[in-house]
């Protein structure tokens, strides 16, 4: 996947990463509709939540925060219905070379540890 090459990529990485703050540091989760919702209404980019454009905003930002040491920001982006995150942010671990584990326990277990990570590196001080 790579990180972002191009100004205007980093720009919406950038933006998107901002878009997620408030739940990054509220220890909470937002649905995919939500986070498209957000930054379509501050104008920052209108992208559909089940669309390939957003999924790969998405990896850009985890390989961004992979690269920096930090855990994988999509953890905090979940399916409205599941309310756990969907098949990319799966693949995305993988292909950064993360053990999620085989069986649905562990991935969930994998999934609620990179969560709460993601709470305490972000939570406000």
């Known amino acids: ?16 990463e901002a878009a997620t703050s408030r739940w990054r540091t509220r220890g909470d989760t937002l649905s995919y509709s939500e986070i498209c919702d957000e930054m379509r209404l501050k104008g920052i980019i209108d992208l559909e939540p089940h669309g390939t454009p957003f999924a790969a905003l998405l990896g850009q930002i985890n390989v961004i925060e992979h690269d920096l040491g930090r855990p994988l920001i999509s953890a905090v982006v979940v399916s409205k219905e599941e309310r756990q995150p969907g098949v990319g942010f799966w693949n995305i671990a993988k292909e950064l070379g993360i053990e999620v584990g085989e069986s649905e326990n562990q991935r969930v277990a994998f999934w609620l540890d990179s969560l709460q990570e993601c709470h305490r590196r972000w939570r406000p001080t």
């Not at 996947?1 to 998107?16: E, F, I, K, L, N």
């Open 1 to 16: 996947m790579g990180s972002p090459r191009t100004r205007g990529q980093c720009a919406r990485v950038a933006d998107a």
